[in-house]
Each structure stands twice: as structure tokens, then as C-alpha cells.
């Protein structure tokens, strides 16, 4: 069984970075493909990014893409979630989920694991 924990979410201005981190354990990591969600209040959960577990490719959601940034660490068995230019709009819980195979990776509901989340907010 994994376990994901998130951390590094927080309150920052509009404009400002913040970096996620994801910490996998109970697994073999580099077997699972790796995506970042998001959940703002009275919203669904939508896919932000994820990257693949055999080439290291990403895919992003077009609210995010130029802005957002997703990596892995295998070694470390870490994914990071690299946030620029900020916005109101992405203030939401950001959860990490893991997945075996590499499609659908938009699809919340392919993924096996999930994180308990962290919240990011961003004030205007």
C-alpha cells in the first residue's frame, strides 16, 4: 500500500511561488505515474499536472501550463509541484495521487492513491 503525504502549501500574494512536495512510502515509485489535483470550495476536483513513470513526459491542465511545473525524484521517491505567477483562482487543497500505467493521466478517477492534500491560498 502507498502512503503520499503533500506538504509546502501555504498563504502567499498573487504573483508569488510556492513549491509542493509529495513523499511517497509503502511502494516502488518509479513504477507509478504521479499526478497533482486541486480542490477549491463547492468545486469538483480537477486535474492540474502529471508525469509519467517511464519517460518522465508531463501533461498539464491549460489553466496552469507556463505557470506550473511538475518533477519527480525518484531516488528521493518525491514529486514536486513548482508554482509561479499565482493567482486568486488557484487557491484551492492540492492533492497528490499516484496511478500504475501511463494514460488517462487527466482522470481523477484512474488513480489508486491519493494524498490528504494541502492548502494553497493565494490573496489578491
Known amino acids: 500500500q502507498v502512503q503520499l503525504v503533500e506538504s509546502g502549501g501555504g498563504l502567499v500574494q498573487a504573483g508569488g511561488s510556492l513549491r509542493l512536495s509529495c513523499a511517497a512510502s509503502?511502494?516502488?515509485?518509479?513504477?507509478?505515474?504521479m499526478g497533482w489535483f486541486r480542490q477549491a470550495l463547492g468545486k469538483e476536483r480537477e486535474f492540474v499536472a502529471a508525469?509519467?513513470?517511464?519517460?518522465?513526459?508531463?501533461v498539464y491542465a491549460d489553466s496552469v501550463k507556463g505557470r506550473f511545473t511538475i518533477s519527480r525524484d525518484n531516488a528521493e521517491n518525491t514529486v514536486f509541484l513548482q508554482m509561479s505567477s499565482l493567482k486568486p483562482e488557484d487557491t484551492a487543497v492540492y492533492y497528490c495521487?499516484?496511478?500504475?500505467?501511463?494514460?488517462?493521466?487527466?482522470?481523477?478517477?484512474?488513480?489508486?492513491?491519493w494524498g490528504q492534500g494541502t492548502q494553497v491560498t493565494v490573496s489578491s
Open positions: 495521487a499516484g496511478k500504475s500505467g501511463t494514460l488517462y493521466l487527466a482522470n481523477r478517477n484512474r488513480y489508486d492513491y
Open positions: 509503502g511502494g516502488t515509485f518509479g513504477t507509478y505515474s
Open positions: 508525469i509519467r513513470r517511464s519517460d518522465g513526459s508531463t
